[in-house]
């Protein structure tokens, strides 16, 4: 939820704290921002020729949507996070355990969004994906075809949406 208060206070609904900025137009933004259709983010730890990779075809498989990308491994002290809404969707890429439990640190930011995991491990053992099950993703996609579920899980969650929309 939002709040503006004197076009100076308003309140992130990733973290239940107050923020101040001197700049009115930012809160003009963020007003005009809530009623518009939900959306897509990539995040990703590392900036690899594996993360671009897969945004890149995820990019260019989805259809009706634009996947913005978060800066890699910034967690959400980025301009861009601002724009996060409650019920948006984050994909996650993750490589190795080591990068879930930097997302650990995260996790309590990510509980308001609707989270795909898309893991580069093609067979990821259970410590790993009890892990991942830890953000209660909607779906974790994994193997030689990780790529591909993501892309028919996002198509399907924008035709749920359309439709109730």
């Not at 939820?1 to 309140?11: A, K, P």
């Not at 990539?42 to 671009?52: G, V």
């Not at 996650?92 to 990510?110: A, P, R, S």
Request: proline share 3%; net charge negative.
């Amino acid at each position: 939820m939002l709040c503006i208060f004197r076009d100076m206070y308003f309140f992130d609904a990733l973290s239940p704290r107050w923020h101040i900025f001197c700049i009115s137009e930012v809160s003009c933004c963020l007003i005009s921002d809530m009623n518009t259709r939900m959306k897509f983010y990539f995040y990703s730890i590392t900036n690899s020729a594996q993360s671009n990779r897969v945004l890149n075809e995820i990019q260019r498989d989805v259809k009706n949507c634009t996947i913005m990308e978060m800066p890699a491994g910034t967690g959400f002290i980025v301009p861009l996070s601002l724009t996060l809404r409650s019920g948006d969707v984050v994909i996650l890429h993750v490589q190795d355990m080591k990068e879930v439990q930097f997302l650990m640190g995260l996790k309590d930011d990510f509980e308001c969004f609707r989270n795909i995991i898309c893991l580069e491990d093609r067979e990821p053992d259970n410590v790993l994906l009890s892990f991942c099950r830890q953000f209660s993703p909607r779906y974790i996609a994994y193997g030689d075809n990780a790529v591909q579920e993501t892309v028919a899980v996002v198509e399907k969650m924008l035709a749920g949406y359309s439709k109730t929309n």
